[in-house]
């Protein structure tokens, strides 16, 4: 049922992929050994047989397209993302459909805040010719890693880093730009499960508007590990951050963006800013006002939410990203206070959007936007 508007035609994404000079690894997965792994596929801890990879200079620009074994990078020791974290990162899937065609979700996007977060932290654009073609040239190098179990697929990661040796603080001469890719399962092993969250009132995952963390960058993610460490180790299952200037506001989860249903039938979501621009998120908006629901992208005071918790006010409450897709949230606490999200059950719009974006990227349902890209 899949239909696409795709700007990259077939026709020239074939040239797109020409483009990678494919050298085939030495030592290929047994059959035997890759049907094991993609029985019960874990989250980014099986990886495919190759990578594909462009390098940059400040002289000669990108060059070298190829798709090669995958395996450990050789870094100097003074290589300046080591030193400065000068490196950026994306994160997509591939789906396998019914009739065996492998395709993936708004690449475009993607490609876009890939070269927005590039700008930010002072790395060179990749043009999104490069990033699409590069991401079907690794899929059918390794098709047969993409996995046809039920809510599988091959995770994508294409990431960029400042690869010159040398320790001075400016914007690094050279990068390297891979694209890795993992067969995933079901995010969920048994059936969606509303997570539980904990508000960390100390502690911020990014700065505000200026900062970086409107960007797809390691620093956001390692700013939010000891935070979501501690929720943990209280039983939860996920951290919350609030905004950096105030501590007031609601921002993000450390991977995802987050949703309120309120009793009037709006949905409610934090304004962009100083946190992640989400294709999810965006997606979940198209939704949403695809099914009559006002949509209200604004600042959420932390107050408000308790106080609708209570009041009733607040019906739901789910977060989104690419790994999850929706997550319904069934508990909410902080320092004061702490509430059961909707009787701690998944919510009905939650869950109705869930399994349409879902079926949307499996090939279940017509793809009424054009979100979907054929890959192989």
Not at 156 to 183: C, D, K, N, Q, T
Not at 273 to 281: F, V
Not at 315 to 343: I, M, Q
């Amino acid at each position: 049922m899949t239909t696409t508007t795709d700007p990259i035609l077939p026709a020239r994404l074939e040239d797109l992929v020409a483009l990678f000079d494919v050298r085939p690894t030495d030592v290929p997965t047994p059959d035997a050994e890759r049907a094991e792994a993609l029985s019960a596929p874990k989250f980014g801890t099986v990886f495919t047989d190759h990578m594909a990879r462009i390098s940059w200079t400040s002289t000669d620009g990108w060059r070298d397209r190829r798709i090669e074994k995958y395996g450990p990078l050789q870094l100097d020791p003074a290589t300046a993302v080591l030193h400065y974290a000068q490196e950026i990162f994306e994160g997509l899937k591939a789906y396998k459909h019914a009739d065996g065609s492998v395709w993936t979700f708004r690449p475009d996007h993607n490609a876009a805040r890939f070269a927005r977060s590039a700008h930010r932290l002072a790395l060179p654009a990749l043009s999104v010719d490069d990033f699409i073609g590069s991401l079907a040239a690794l899929v059918r190098t390794d098709i047969a890693w993409v996995p046809d179990g039920e809510d599988s697929s091959l995770y994508l990661r294409p990431f960029m880093f400042a690869s010159e040796a040398f320790l001075g603080v400016r914007p690094s001469l050279e990068a390297e730009y891979l694209v890795i890719a993992s067969p995933v399962g079901p995010y969920f092993a048994g059936g969606v499960k509303p997570v539980s969250i904990y508000v960390s009132e100390q502690y911020h995952r990014a700065g505000p508007p200026g900062g970086t963390g409107d960007a797809k960058f390691g620093g956001n993610y390692a700013a939010s590990l000891l935070p979501q460490r501690e929720a943990q180790e209280h039983g939860f299952d996920q951290v919350c951050f609030l905004d950096a200037g105030e501590s007031t506001y609601l921002e993000e989860l450390g991977g995802m963006n987050v949703f309120l249903v309120m009793d009037d039938g709006t949905l409610h979501t934090p304004e962009l800013g100083s946190i992640l621009e989400g294709i999810t998120r965006a997606s979940v908006l198209q939704l949403a006002s695809d099914r009559g629901y006002e949509v209200v992208e604004r600042r959420i005071p932390l107050t408000e939410v308790v106080s609708g918790l209570v009041s009733g006010k607040v019906k739901e409450f789910f977060a989104c990203g690419t790994a999850a897709v929706v997550t319904p949230v069934g508990r909410l606490a902080g320092s004061s206070f702490d509430h059961e999200v909707n009787g701690g059950e998944p919510g009905e719009l939650t869950m109705a959007i869930r399994q349409e974006l879902t079926d949307i990227q499996y090939g279940r349902a017509e793809d009424r936007h054009g979100w979907m890209r054929r890959l192989a």
